[in-house]
């Protein structure tokens, strides 16, 4: 055999540092395909195949992820299992691949092995996820979705509010996005345990980006030229309104018809000649438009557990108004929980979502006025109530609550804080046995008509998360008569007035229970003409009595509104946000200007 040349026979010995050059060649290509198939296998282990190759995944937690939008959406965009759980840098994505050995050893255990097995396991591997995302701050969501690229106008107000939220206080994307791409157990965490985990982390913070407030009010800027032409649109239609039917009782006049009652709303003219605020040329009056949805079963309670309202956050820690998420989605919110979608186990066929409510307001030295209108919407009976009246005598209630002084979160929740979840009809009503047996408060808590509203303050305990199965609520906990007197005294209850269409003019207030026959006399008139119902409301500014909340120039008062049309009675009724009332006052939601 040949011998090598003696060039190459030199290459071959050479050597570099001490190191031949041959092994460092062979050691380098070595590398080259050892590197090359290691990581082309764990790529391999990052697809949507690999990961359903286990019935467990296929079976389970993927089919979940199919009616999700992050597998099937309109852009085409799929996020697969990786995409998710598999961390882009190469160091934390082989340490992952490292701790996702251990499904080997679940597979051969078989502890997941069935639906059954899985479901029991769930909440112990989401709350591992869901801890390893706050930890990271989400950085697996960041992979796709850059705080510094949203772009507000293209997000619901509530969005808007929370991103903005996320960018000054440290929230990070698994706080409010649980669930998203599997079954949520977000509500099955205790809430001291969720608490924790959606604190905002300082550290997360970020600065808001100056895209990010350009695009913020440039959709504010839109949506109140929006508003603002709506309303000029519905004066418009009101005036044209006002102009028919003065030319029809011009008309019949003059054909010596004075007698006749031109259709169209003036059959309401006389008793509004006579009524409260006669002297009132409401045409002239700004209407605002005050929108009541139908709330089912959200209590006070769970606005303020966390695992029940994604917002209690924003609420109890953050001071954030319901209006400052909710002021924009009221009719959906309406529509969801009517239909029974969510917190309403005994939905009533027919019954709408919503009810959009005109108020227009004037003051004088004495009285606050206020003409309300809306729409009426026919009979829908209630299927659980013999028939299908809960309330015969009255087709209609409408209230307006006003909050007292000292009240925790009223101004953020408006009427909210005296709906409980012990009341009539509520999740955890008592039991009549339970209220049989309570003899010792009935003249307190005022049980000849069940549980009704109440505020917190007059108790001296409230369950607020339902912690280990307790009832949430406080109805037979209430302070003594001396303490109550005290927070009356105070200017802690709410003061609430009401029309009942079968006559009553009430004004009462609600502390320890609800009283409507605490207050000053009051005139309430209204009916329904058409289809429409008019009421118009008559309160003295200031009183002597016990119940009644004063009204003073220069102060800002919290205000809620609500409606129980077609003969129901407790929670089956519609209801506004809070809303703020002001004398005089320009920036108040609801300016009432002096005659």
């Given at each position: 055999?040949?011998?090598?040349?003696?060039?190459?026979?030199?290459?071959?010995?050479?050597?570099?540092?001490?190191?031949?050059?041959?092994?460092?060649?062979?050691?380098?290509?070595?590398?080259?395909?050892?590197?090359?198939?290691?990581?082309?296998?764990?790529?391999?282990?990052?697809?949507?195949?690999?990961?359903?190759?286990?019935?467990?995944?296929?079976?389970?937690?993927?089919?979940?992820?199919?009616?999700?939008?992050?597998?099937?959406?309109?852009?085409?965009?799929?996020?697969?299992?990786?995409?998710?759980?598999?961390?882009?840098?190469?160091?934390?994505?082989?340490?992952?691949?490292?701790?996702?050995?251990?499904?080997?050893?679940?597979?051969?255990?078989?502890?997941?092995?069935?639906?059954?097995?899985?479901?029991?396991?769930?909440?112990?591997?989401?709350?591992?996820?869901?801890?390893?995302?706050?930890?990271?701050?989400?950085?697996?969501?960041?992979?796709?979705?850059?705080?510094?690229?949203?772009?507000?106008?293209?997000?619901?107000?509530?969005?808007?509010?929370?991103?903005?939220?996320?960018?000054?206080?440290?929230?990070?994307?698994?706080?409010?996005?649980?669930?998203?791409?599997?079954?949520?157990?977000?509500?099955?965490?205790?809430?001291?345990?969720?608490?924790a985990l959606e604190k905002p982390v300082v550290a997360f913070a970020r600065q808001v980006?100056?895209?990010?407030?350009?695009?913020?009010?440039?959709?504010?800027?839109?949506?109140?030229?929006?508003?603002?032409?709506?309303?000029?649109?519905?004066?418009?239609?009101?005036?044209?309104?006002?102009?028919?039917?003065?030319?029809?009782?011009?008309?019949?006049?003059?054909?010596?018809?004075?007698?006749?009652?031109?259709?169209?709303?003036?059959?309401?003219?006389?008793?509004?000649?006579?009524?409260?605020?006669?002297?009132?040329?409401?045409?002239?009056?700004?209407?605002?438009?005050?929108?009541?949805?139908?709330?089912?079963?959200?209590?006070?309670?769970?606005?303020?557990?966390?695992?029940?309202?994604?917002?209690?956050?924003?609420?109890?820690?953050?001071?954030?108004?319901?209006?400052?998420?909710?002021?924009?989605?009221?009719?959906?919110?309406?529509?969801?929980?009517?239909?029974?979608?969510?917190?309403?186990?005994?939905?009533?066929?027919?019954?709408r979502p919503f009810i959009e409510m005109q108020v227009k307001t004037a003051h004088d030295?004495?009285?606050?006025?206020?003409?309300?209108?809306?729409?009426?919407?026919?009979?829908?009976?209630?299927?659980?109530?013999?028939?299908?009246?809960?309330?015969?005598?009255?087709?209609?209630?409408?209230?307006?609550?006003?909050?007292?002084?000292?009240?925790?979160?009223?101004?953020?929740?408006?009427?909210?804080?005296?709906?409980?979840?012990?009341?009539?009809?509520?999740?955890?009503?008592?039991?009549?046995?339970?209220?049989?047996?309570?003899?010792?408060?009935?003249?307190?808590?005022?049980l000849s008509a069940g549980i009704t509203k109440y505020l917190a303050e007059s108790r001296?305990?409230?369950?607020?998360?339902?912690?280990?199965?307790?009832?949430?609520?406080?109805?037979?906990?209430?302070?003594?008569?001396?303490?109550?007197?005290?927070?009356?005294?105070?200017?802690?209850?709410?003061?609430?007035?009401?029309?009942?269409?079968?006559?009553?003019?009430?004004?009462?207030?609600?502390?320890?229970?609800?009283?409507?026959?605490?207050?000053?006399?009051?005139?309430?008139?209204?009916?329904?003409?058409?289809?429409?119902?008019?009421?118009?409301?008559?309160?003295?500014?200031?009183?002597?009595?016990?119940?009644?909340?004063?009204?003073?120039?220069?102060?800002?008062?919290?205000?809620?509104?609500?409606?129980?049309?077609?003969?129901?009675?407790?929670?089956?009724?519609?209801?506004?946000?809070?809303?703020?009332?002001?004398?005089?006052?320009?920036?108040?939601?609801?300016?009432?200007?002096?005659?």
């Amino acid at each position: 055999m040949a011998a090598a040349p003696r060039g190459i026979k030199r290459w071959l010995t050479y050597s570099l540092f001490g190191i031949p050059l041959i092994g460092a060649a062979g050691f380098f290509v070595f590398g080259i395909i050892f590197w090359g198939g290691f990581n082309t296998a764990m790529e391999a282990t990052n697809t949507l195949n690999f990961c359903i190759t286990c019935h467990e995944m296929e079976n389970n937690v993927y089919q979940e992820y199919k009616k999700t939008i992050h597998y099937q959406n309109r852009t085409g965009v799929r996020a697969a299992c990786s995409d998710c759980h598999v961390p882009d840098p190469w160091v934390h994505k082989f340490i992952r691949k490292i701790q996702a050995s251990r499904e080997i050893f679940y597979k051969i255990t078989g502890s997941i092995n069935t639906k059954e097995k899985f479901e029991e396991r769930r909440l112990h591997l989401a709350r591992r996820v869901w801890a390893t995302m706050k930890r990271t701050d989400s950085r697996e969501c960041r992979n796709c979705h850059n705080f510094n690229a949203m772009n507000p106008e293209f997000q619901r107000p509530r969005a808007r509010k929370q991103h903005l939220n996320a960018f000054e206080n440290g929230q990070t994307c698994i706080d409010c996005h649980k669930g998203i791409a599997h079954n949520n157990v977000r509500d099955k965490l205790p809430e001291e345990e969720l608490e924790a985990l959606e604190k905002p982390v300082v550290a997360f913070a970020r600065q808001v980006p100056e895209d990010f407030i350009t695009h913020l009010n440039a959709v504010e800027a839109r949506e109140k030229a929006a508003e603002e032409a709506r309303q000029a649109e519905a004066a418009a239609a009101e005036a044209n309104v006002k102009t028919r039917i003065e030319q029809a009782v011009a008309k019949a006049l003059a054909g010596g018809a004075a007698a006749a009652q031109p259709a169209g709303g003036a059959a309401a003219a006389p008793a509004a000649a006579s009524g409260p605020g006669a002297d009132i040329d409401w045409a002239s009056r700004e209407a605002k438009t005050v929108t009541l949805f139908y709330p089912g079963q959200a209590s006070f309670e769970w606005i303020q557990t966390g695992k029940d309202h994604g917002g209690a956050r924003a609420v109890t820690k953050a001071g954030d108004r319901c209006s400052t998420c909710h002021a924009k989605e009221v009719k959906d919110m309406g529509k969801k929980i009517v239909s029974g979608e969510k917190i309403e186990p005994t939905p009533i066929p027919g019954k709408r979502p919503f009810i959009e409510m005109q108020v227009k307001t004037a003051h004088d030295d004495k009285n606050l006025y206020m003409q309300l209108s809306w729409t009426d919407d026919g009979h829908h009976p209630v299927p659980f109530v013999d028939g299908g009246k809960m309330d015969p005598e009255n087709q209609v209630k409408l209230a307006v609550m006003f909050a007292g002084q000292g009240i925790e979160y009223a101004e953020q929740a408006g009427c909210w804080v005296t709906c409980h979840n012990d009341s009539r009809y509520m999740p955890d009503e008592p039991k009549p046995d339970a209220l049989a047996g309570a003899d010792g408060i009935k003249d307190i808590v005022g049980l000849s008509a069940g549980i009704t509203k109440y505020l917190a303050e007059s108790r001296t305990e409230m369950e607020i998360a339902g912690r280990r199965g307790a009832a949430r609520g406080g109805w037979n906990k209430p302070k003594t008569k001396d303490e109550l007197e005290a927070l009356a005294k105070a200017g802690t209850f709410m003061d609430v007035i009401r029309f009942t269409s079968s006559g009553k003019s009430e004004n009462g207030d609600i502390l320890a229970h609800r009283d409507m026959a605490s207050g000053a006399a009051i005139t309430a008139q209204g009916g329904l003409d058409g289809t429409t119902w008019t009421v118009v409301l008559s309160r003295p500014l200031t009183s002597d009595k016990p119940g009644d909340v004063n009204i003073e120039a220069g102060k800002i008062y919290t205000v809620g509104f609500a409606i129980h049309d077609d003969y129901t009675v407790a929670r089956f009724h519609h209801v506004s946000l809070e809303y703020k009332l002001g004398l005089d006052t320009a920036d108040a939601d609801i300016n009432v200007v002096k005659k």
